[in-house]
């Protein structure tokens, strides 16, 4: 039963335009989500953040947008740039405190970004 | 530096010789964990330690215990490895509610 999916495994965009990345939940009780990227023989290392308060938030180029009634979030990456080619993990999590802590990880989308 | 450190990054064992995954962190993280990764199927928690011997089971723990003696380690023990414990593994650790750090993975085959 996988709670929270990335139904597209690979994505691939010019650079310098945008990059969109879903993700889609089931278990209402998330109430904090988180983007992580990964590149090859490295571990994940955490892009943005979002409570289940709000609906947006924006660090830079990186935009991550949760739609609660639609159990959806994306993150947005604009302009892209070569060095984003990775794969994207969505996460999420809760504890009524909004521990990030357990997480519940998506399967991942391949970004590739062309020049 | 902040990091988590895992020793080893690789590991080629045989089935049924008990091995152990070190993890060490050295940002005084109250919360730490393992998740293990496969194609299809992202990462998934085996086991997770909110504190000093305190651990639980993350959603896949069948094979595997973990022990935290001390704040900053996070020993992850395969009593008897199993061809289907190949995967590559990752060890996290995060202040409760912060995000998670990784560490840079154990490649593990089991034959």
């Known amino acids: 039963d996988q709670q929270v999916k990335q139904n597209s495994p690979s994505l691939s965009v010019q650079e310098g335009r945008i990059s969109i990345l879903n993700c889609d939940y089931t278990n209402s009780m998330f109430d904090y989500f988180l983007w992580y990227k990964k590149y090859p023989a490295e571990g994940p290392t955490f892009l943005i953040s979002i409570s289940s308060i709000k609906d947006k938030n924006e660090d830079g180029r990186f935009t991550v947008f949760l739609n609660k009634s639609a159990k959806h979030l994306s993150l947005h990456i604009v302009p892209s740039q070569p060095g984003d080619s990775a794969v994207y993990f969505c996460?999420?999590?809760?504890?009524?405190?909004?521990?990030?802590?357990?997480?519940?990880f998506g399967t991942g989308t391949r970004l590739q970004v062309t020049l | 530096e902040a990091q988590v450190t895992q020793n080893p990054r690789y590991l080629i064992t045989v089935t049924g010789k008990k091995l152990t995954v070190t993890c060490s962190q050295n940002m005084n993280h109250e919360y730490m964990s393992w998740y293990r990764q496969d194609p299809g199927l992202g990462l998934r928690q085996i086991y997770y330690s909110m504190n000093v011997e305190v651990t639980d089971k993350g959603d896949v723990p069948e094979g595997y215990k973990v022990s935290r003696k001390e704040k900053r380690n996070f020993p992850l023990i395969l009593e008897s490895p199993s061809p289907n414990q190949t995967s590559l593994y990752f060890c996290a650790s995060s202040l409760l509610g912060g995000a998670s750090f990784f560490g840079q993975g154990t490649r593990l085959t089991v034959v």
């Open positions: 996460a999420a999590s809760w504890g009524g405190s909004g521990t990030a802590s357990k997480l519940t």
